[in-house]
């Protein structure tokens, strides 16, 4: 399989940091504008935030980010020292938060391992895995959530219209099916019958009006069917540290919020556990934004299920909140990336010109 690079480096572009960025600070800059109770002085209350609640916020965050450097190492066999896995899942979380949410960056990612030295034959499985248990934790995750929230996951409709609430509901139930749908299809393709799976798929892309695709199709069964094969014979010694580390990124990057809301306001357990099922909803609910990382969609979605125990600290622990779990990806994915195209691609280059020579 050949990816196309020029479309690969559209993506990885530093100056595409800008439009997450203006379409955030712009529903930011519209809340503040028709929501009367959003004044400059009200601003003031991130002075009242509990520092070591907004400490505990930025380790759990690391936490988060270790997780991930671990997952990559573990999946690839530890063929990525710890220093390059840092620059793959850098460069992933930066195409991830300037496409859309539903798009993500699998294709850069499958790019930037084979780069590493990765076979593209790899890349491709390891990629699927890491998609494929992200999704299972929402999948399996979401219904255990539900059960301990007791169904506390939607926003008070004393604060919200009905019709949003049931929108809400709607557009979660969906994208779960989705999800699920798609998880499943995939866990089954990849790992039980990955021939049937690309008979299906040219099948279906057969119908006359579906046809133009059937190439496109074609490939991505050849994939599927390559992928599989890579993942063959692996024992329960590589899938359960993975699977942990799914389990511990998760719990990780929803504690964060947990912590900040805290660092706010006092909550109970209960209200604990509301919010850390709340993020799960939420997260589902965002992974079909058509805006780059969820920009604009995130702050919305924020306000309505968070603002019954934050009141007059929604506002600017929204900002916070992207503060810490969105913008710092942009911005060392606008630095690296420069320092890993020299490393990658000229460095490489220069040696084999002297190789030659």
Do not use: C
């Amino acid at each position: 399989m050949k990816l196309d690079n020029k479309k690969i480096f559209q993506t990885l572009n530093p100056n595409k940091v800008w439009v997450p960025i203006i379409i955030g600070l712009g529903i930011v800059f519209g809340m503040f504008y028709f929501d009367p109770s959003i004044t400059a002085e009200s601003l003031k209350v991130v002075f009242d935030a509990s520092i070591p609640w907004l400490f505990f916020a930025v380790l759990v965050l690391f936490f988060r980010d270790f997780g991930y450097v671990y997952r990559i190492r573990e999946i690839t066999d530890r063929q990525l020292t710890w220093g390059r896995a840092i620059y793959v899942i850098i460069l992933w979380e930066f195409a991830s938060a300037v496409t859309p949410s539903v798009v993500g960056g699998t294709a850069v990612a499958m790019f930037i391992l084979n780069k590493e030295g990765i076979k593209m034959g790899k890349a491709i499985a390891f990629v699927m895995v890491t998609a494929i248990l992200d999704n299972l934790f929402f999948v399996i995750g979401a219904p255990i959530i539900l059960f301990f929230a007791k169904g506390n996951i939607f926003p008070d409709s004393k604060l919200l219209e009905t019709q949003m609430e049931n929108s809400l509901q709607a557009i979660f139930w969906i994208s779960y099916s989705l999800y699920a749908g798609y998880s499943l299809v995939m866990a089954a393709a990849l790992f039980y019958r990955p021939r049937v799976f690309k008979w299906v798929l040219i099948k279906i892309f057969s119908i006359k009006f579906l046809r133009k695709w059937k190439h496109d199709a074609q490939e991505y069964g050849n994939q599927i069917i390559e992928a599989s094969r890579e993942l063959r014979g692996k024992n329960m010694r590589y899938w359960l540290p993975i699977i942990g580390a799914t389990i511990f990124i998760w719990t990780s990057r929803y504690l964060m919020l947990n912590a900040l809301i805290s660092a706010f306001v006092p909550l109970s357990m209960e209200q604990e556990i509301i919010v850390f099922a709340r993020q799960v909803i939420m997260w589902i609910v965002m992974m079909i934004s058509p805006t780059p990382g969820s920009s604009g969609t995130a702050e919305f979605f924020y306000a309505q299920f968070f603002a019954q125990f934050l009141g007059g600290y929604t506002f600017v622990t929204s900002i916070v909140w992207r503060l810490f779990s969105y913008y710092p990806y942009l911005i060392l994915g606008a630095i690296f990336l420069p320092r890993w195209i020299r490393q990658v691609f000229f460095k490489k280059k220069k040696l084999e010109e002297e190789e030659e020579e």
